[in-house]
């Protein structure tokens, strides 16, 4: 994304999708810093302490009430909750960082904070490494890919949208992202 494209950009709200280890959060705390944005993590609504996945209807509940009141970046998946959250986005991001980048990201995640909870997750589920994992975010490109092309495809007309390929397109987007808000801040 281009700085022009980035200053006839609303950015009230936005969503982060992609694979574990792609950086969601990371990027969504780097956001917030620039914008002044609450971020908010799908999975503190996904899960109860222990990996107890919630009911369906629980966890549209909660992300309906999550944002409400607009100025939110929400980092995460959960593809049913995708119309609630879009209805209220205007930009959604992306990341589509190789599957073998995501892998060794989400290894050394859990190996650094294995049995601790992250701020990300919800209370009580500790990270985890095993096999599931593993083969759920290296299968990840093919089974969840479906998912964020519906996404984007129902929100072309409406929404800004952004496709991060590499860290260093994060890394570029990030910048332009705080180049645009120094300049919003000084016309103010």
Known sequence: MSFDQLQKTT????????SAGSGKSTLARDISQI?????????????????VMRSPEEI?????NSIQVDGW??????SATY????????????????????????????????????PDMAEGCH????WRFLKWVWNYPRKGLHKHIALFEATKDTHTQVILHSQDEVEEFVEVL??????RLRAA
Do not use: M
């Open 11 to 18: 950015l009230r709200n936005i969503i982060v999708v992609g």
């Open 35 to 51: 914008l002044g944005h609450r971020v908010i993590h799908v999975d503190h609504f996904y899960w109860q302490p222990n990996w």
């Open 60 to 64: 549209r509940s909660l992300v309906l």
């Open 73 to 78: 970046i929400f980092e995460g998946n959960c």
């Open 83 to 118: 119309p609630e959250r879009s209805a209220q986005a205007d930009t959604i991001i992306w990341l589509q960082l190789p599957r073998r980048i995501c892998l060794w990201r989400a290894v050394v995640r859990a190996l650094r904070n294995h049995g601790k909870s992250r």
């Open 127 to 130: 990270d985890r490494l095993d």
């Open 178 to 183: 705080s180049n645009v808000q120094s300049k």
